[in-house]
C-alpha cells in the first residue's frame, strides 16, 4: 500500500530540524526500499525549511502510522502536524527514476484538497515534467480526498496548473527538492 506523508514544520524549528538531520536521514534510510519520493519543502525565501515529504509503500496503514510518528523529527517536536494519507501511484515510478534528474529546474510540491466529487484521477496528458503523481484517498481506499503531485514547473503558477483550479477547494503549492544523502 502506496502512503503520502507531509509533515509540516513548526514555526522556528529549524535549528532543532537542523541538529537531527542524520537522526532524520539514518531513520529513512531504513526506509530506502519503500521511498517512492522524499525531500523537504521550503519557504518563499527557498532557503528556510517548512516540512517534509515522503511517499513510501508500506504494508498497511498501521506500518504508514509508525513510519509517520516514529519518525526523529516529529518524535522531537519539529514538526506541527502531519498529513498521512493513502496514495496511489500513477507513475509506477519512483522520483529516482525521473527522467529529468535531480537538479535541473524548479521543483514543487502540489496538493489539491478535494471537496467530494473526484478530480486528476487519471495522469495529465503532460507526464514529462511529473515527478511523482497520485489520488490521496481515505484510509480504506476508496474515497477520493485530493491529490499530489511533484512536478518540474518554471515557476508555482505553472506547477499549480498541473491540477485542475476549480475542482478543488483549494490547492498549495511549496518549493520542495529532492530529498536524501546526496
Request: charged residues 25%.
Amino acid at each position: 500500500m502506496e502512503f503520502f506523508c507531509y509533515h509540516r514544520d513548526r514555526a522556528d524549528s529549524g535549528a532543532l530540524r537542523a541538529k537531527l538531520l542524520e537522526e532524520h536521514w539514518s531513520y529513512m534510510d531504513r526506509y530506502a526500499k519503500e521511498l517512492i519520493a522524499r525531500g523537504p519543502t521550503f519557504a518563499a525565501d527557498g532557503e528556510t525549511p517548512t516540512g517534509s515529504v515522503h511517499i513510501v509503500d508500506l504494508p498497511d496503514p498501521a506500518a504508514a502510522r509508525a513510519f509517520a510518528f516514529d519518525e526523529p523529527n516529529y518524535q522531537a517536536g519539529v514538526y506541527r502536524d502531519v498529513l498521512l494519507r493513502r496514495w496511489r501511484n500513477l507513475l509506477g515510478r519512483t522520483m529516482w527514476d525521473f527522467p529529468g534528474g535531480r537538479t535541473d529546474g524548479n521543483r514543487y510540491l502540489v496538493l489539491g484538497l478535494g471537496p467530494e466529487q473526484a478530480a486528476d484521477v487519471a495522469v495529465p496528458p503532460h507526464q514529462d515534467e511529473l515527478i511523482a503523481f497520485g489520488p490521496l484517498l481515505s484510509d480504506d481506499g476508496t474515497t477520493w480526498l485530493g491529490t499530489a503531485a511533484l512536478v518540474r514547473a518554471p515557476d508555482p503558477d505553472t506547477a499549480r496548473a498541473v491540477l485542475s483550479p476549480s475542482r478543488y477547494a483549494g490547492i498549495e503549492v511549496h518549493d520542495w527538492e529532492f530529498g536524501g544523502r546526496r
